[in-house]
């Protein structure tokens, strides 16, 4: 059962809203509805909630969307997605005879009726209990491997299985595999039967924990999120939970999970934070798997609720736990990585920018380049309340690290928010005023068509040479408002990936002050009230910010950030606001650099292998088809392993800068230039700075022919 878990951009832009509600009364009475032994049923004050959310969504909201057929059709169809991704549970029939519920949704959600949600909901556990109940049947023995089978474990383009027996037959093919993988690996088939038994009645007995406000939750989101991606209605339970991560104050190893089919999957990691900084750990990375300490035996998690394998994960600082990965992309059965990190005391105020002096040559002159790192936009609001002369800060930080490049005489400045999921707004702001004079720096719509400004009013430019700001697909947010001030006053350039794409605010509702007669807390709704807005009228909504000098790029728009979600805002656009550009980039410059980096792209040889470990890596992840025949698989398997490791190539550059951050014993040894030796994003921002600088070099690069021995 999915424990849905916040999967926006952890560290978006984001506000609390307290508001002051009544109480719900009066609602109608719903039509009986027959519940059969076991069946799950709501409660009296879910359907005052749903009644509340429809409310508040429907007032408040951004984005204003009819609560009519369509709508109701969305949500009935995202319900079934959230229940059953892969299609391996309901049948046919099952869909056939629910369709009358797909038109009758936006007509429940004001009533307070929940009848839809649970007889869906109650039909799916009907079906997987009959699905454990096959599953033992088959386990009782060890499948006959020499057939000539396959097995295509991607089922996103599958449709219902037509009977039962079609379905038996995929769950068969799906324990054979698993089954195989384990002979393959050395386990014996007697010890492989029994974990895979214990696997699966381990998550019937999470099924069994499924409470009434478990399935209102799921059922409630595919609302929310029909309407809005950011947008989220949270149970007690995980509002809770919620709070403690924005709160960042535990140990652990700084990443938020959440529950995707049968996988614990990584969604985003915490800047500075001990996954983040082992650089083998990527969003959609799959955890299979749990260890405690150096030795302790793994611990099989697949099937596992999301906060029962946190239990696992979290533990007290300095303290070592070991995670089985299947790396994001890789197709069921493919091989697992084991990641050893050691647990911290995580906190977003300790997630700082961090310095570094580059030296940079090119030809017969050598550069010196400032390295910046943002992890995050960090402020501490209570010491600026206070009046604190020197509370903590982004901008505070990086002019002191300005000032002190100053003294080192650099002769360019980058600065890297790749992975940076945004954070404060002021902060935004401010460190956009340390390089322009003064001006507008974003723009911000609210629901009701008001758009207002946030400024710079500082004439002071703390730094004026030339820049460039490294972004990649997970820069978010206030990263995106930082980089597209930085190209729309000119002021320097941006190269990398195009960003997220996300430019909505949320704020979170308490939804107790508007029930003040529940016994028990109802939890809280995340809702969407503004876009930003460049402040050449652009939204960052969407589209993100594009590149000045993109690089090849492992994720496409259509998996990866705002608009691979189905209900993101659109993009649109707004009058421009009064800006003066500064003349720092100026068409001609760009030009004149554009043709030194094209060639570049096409005879580097860092930057082609960069390109052609993305390709095989997006054509490794399409591959759809395993075999069950023992030969075949093993060969498959060799195979896999003599092929280039695409994979790190996508974590290399995923990872970024971590300046001042060793990982490992060697690390501390290493030089700077080792240290950034496979950050082939990096170091073509430092060749394009120095092309500013210096002026384009030679266009061909020699690619040396194989030694022939």
Known sequence: MKKILPILIPLSLLVVLFLHGKNQTGLPATKAVVYQEGDLQPTETQRKVERLVFGILSNYHYRKIPVNDSLSSKIYDAYLKELDPNKVFFLASDIEEMEKYRLTIDDQLNEGDLTSAFAIYNRYQQRMKERYAYIDQILQKSPDFTLDETYQPNRDKATYAASKEALNDFWRKDVKRQLLDWKISGKADTTALRELKERYKRSEKYMARTRSEDVFQIFMNAYTESIDPHTSYMIPRTAQAFNTDMAQSFEGIGATLRLEGDYVTIMDLIPGGPAFRSKQ????????????????????????????????????????????????????????????????????????????ILTYTQGDKKMKLGLITIPMFYRDFEGARRKESDFKSTSADVKKFLTEFKAEGIDGLIVDLRNNGGGSLIEAVDLTGLFIPKGPVVQRKQSDGRISQEVDKDPEQFYDGPMAVLINRFSASASEIFAAAIQDYRRGIIVGEQSYGKGTVQSVVDLDNYMNNEKEPVGQLKITLEKFYRINGSSTQHKGVSPDFALPSAFSAEEFGESSQPSALPWDMISPTNYQATSNVNPALISKMQASFQARLKTKPDLIKLKEDFERWKKIKEQNSISLQIDKRKKELDEQKKKPDESQAVMDNIAGSDADVPDTEKDKKASTADKHAKDTYLKETQQLLADWVLGPAPTKVAVKSPVKK
């Open 281 to 356: 750990i990527n969003p959609k990375d799959r955890i299979v798997g749990v260890a405690q300490g150096d030795e302790g035996s793994f611990v099989d998690v697949i099937g596992w609720f999301t906060d029962d394998a946190v239990k696992l994960i979290r533990g007290p600082k300095n303290t070592v736990v070991r995670l089985k990965l299947l790396p994001a992309g890789a197709g069921t059965g493919a091989p697992t990585t084991e990641v050893r990190l050691v647990r911290e005391k995580i906190k977003l105020e300790e997630q700082t920018a961090k310095k570094e």
